[in-house]
């Protein structure tokens, strides 16, 4: 398990190199994002809000 760090948070993730790879790691409860690198990150939805604003964009739902 790893964490994005954005300010003081930590929010729990998964860091993935492709897209696919990230998909097929993800439950119903979690997302793909990508952060401003081209890297992916499996994160639990309600996590979302909290780092959208750093530059994280929704791949998945």
Do not use: L
Not at 2 to 24: G, L, N, R, W, Y
Not at 46 to 61: Q, S, V
């Amino acid at each position: 398990m790893a964490f994005i760090i954005v300010d003081d948070m930590q929010v729990p993730a998964k860091k993935f190199e492709t897209m696919h790879e990230a998909k097929s790691e993800a439950v119903d409860h979690e997302m793909v994002v990508e952060d401003d690198e081209g890297n992916y990150w499996v994160i639990d939805e309600e996590n979302f809000p909290k780092i959208e604003a750093y530059g994280y964009r929704r791949m998945t739902n």
